[in-house]
């Protein structure tokens, strides 16, 4: 018998964990579903920025003073988009991506070293989660985590 986890943790915050219990020899190599499942997280990210946090709240807004330094510095741009490095290194493969996927384990996410400020929040900044999984984005996880292991290998390149 054969029993996996599927978790997602996103700095210390268990955000997905789901336990799947006896499906046999697709589970021994699962590295094509974290290759759509890296993907599927890059593109729920991608819409956290694009709605400023807002699919699952919304952002803190800037403060007055920060809001005129940044438009000063380089012109409108979105909540938590300065040079864009960040935004970047999430939604696309870029040198701060990180991407390391194994056949019975992922690792998604970036290197730029603030970002966990922004994920975390400070004593002088607002929380504002950049990966922050609703429930709709669990549920398609594992709907195509299902698609995997019962459904047509094909569909993952098998």
Request: net charge positive.
């Amino acid at each position: 018998m054969t029993g996996i986890r599927f978790e997602i943790e996103v700095d210390g915050e268990q955000q997905l964990d789901r336990a799947l219990s006896r499906f046999g020899d697709r589970l021994r190599n699962i590295q094509p579903f974290f290759e759509i499942a890296a993907d599927m997280v890059a593109g729920f990210v991608r819409a956290q920025f694009e709605s400023e946090g807002g699919r699952t709240g919304g952002w803190a807004a800037l403060s007055p003073r920060y809001a005129a330094y940044k438009l000063a510095k380089v012109g409108p741009q979105p909540i938590l988009v300065f040079t864009g490095r960040m935004r970047q290194s999430l939604i696309e493969r870029t040198g701060d991506n990180i991407r390391e996927i194994g056949t019975d384990s992922m690792k998604w996410g970036t290197s730029t070293p603030y970002a966990i400020f922004h994920q975390r929040g400070t004593s002088k900044m607002p929380q504002r989660k950049i990966i922050d999984l609703t429930e709709d984005d669990k549920m398609a996880l594992m709907k195509t985590l299902q698609r995997f292991i019962a459904g047509d290998p094909a569909e993952f390149g098998l």
